[in-house]
């Protein structure tokens, strides 16, 4: 079998103290107990920025995380990363606050803000609004004991398949995991994955992310 190789990026602002690989670090231990997958790392600091022509070629899939450095990652490493996902080469998972990610504003074409966030620690419900799709695989409506709370409006194109949706102790409601299929390629935001707190190692959210690994690779078996 052909194995999926996958590129788990980061700005690595995250805290050492929650994350001491970084949060695609964290991503890539997670995904490295699945066989059909070949999953590196790179970050901001790296030559190109890790983002080269030469890893991004030898890439299925990108997973991104950023926050406060979203504007030093360069414009044309973003537009050659989205020319890849819409030629259907790359697939993008943006998770957390990488949905201001250049590369995925960029194929949204809006401006992925959000309304409101919390940083108080407080439970999210996630909802699995599509059971039978294939990055709801395995999982069941689940907590995450402690995140940082979004809320809707998230000024994006209505998604083509809505997976997951979060409640919040303040009543807030937020798409949580969504699916687009932009040109010939996949994209999929996960919105879980605040710095400061270990969500990455949650069973369920790294089952999410392998399964939905395998969906923007668009190799899964529907
Ligand atoms: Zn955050």
């Known amino acids: 079998m052909e194995k999926i190789r996958v590129l788990a990026w980061s700005e690595r602002t995250e805290p050492d103290s929650v994350y001491p690989k970084g ?21 901001l600091k790296d030559v190109d ?4 022509d030469d890893r991004l070629d030898a ?44 590369p995925f504003k960029a194929l949204m074409g ?13 439970p999210e419900h996630v909802h699995v609004v599509m059971p039978n ?6 999982i069941h409506d689940f907590t ?23 409640r ?13 299929l932009v040109g010939n390629g996949r994209v999929f935001s996960f919105s879980p994955g605040h710095e400061t707190l270990p969500i990455m190692m949650q069973d369920e959210v790294k ?3 392998s399964n939905a690994v395998r969906w923007v690779a668009n190799l899964a078996a529907e």
């Open 23 to 43: 949060i695609n670090g964290a991503i890539a231990d997670g995904l490295r107990s699945h066989d059909d997958f070949e999953v590196s790392t790179s970050s």
């Open 49 to 52: 920025q890790g983002l080269g």
């Open 59 to 102: 890439s299925d899939v990108l997973i991104w995380w950023g926050h406060n450095k979203h504007d030093l990652v360069s414009n044309e490493r973003a537009e050659s990363i989205a020319r890849r996902v819409r030629a259907g080469s790359l697939g993008l998972i943006v998770v957390h606050s990488a949905i201001l990610s250049k």
């Open 110 to 122: 809006t401006s992925c803000g959000i309304a409101g966030w919390r940083e108080d620690d407080e």
């Open 133 to 138: 799709h294939p990055i709801a695989k395995g």
């Open 144 to 166: 995450i004991p402690r995140t940082e709370m979004y809320s809707e409006p998230f000024d994006v194109p209505a998604p083509d398949v809505l997976v997951l949706e979060s």
């Open 168 to 180: 919040y102790e303040g009543g807030e409601y937020f798409r949580s995991g969504c699916c687009w």
């Open 207 to 209: 089952t999410v992310l």
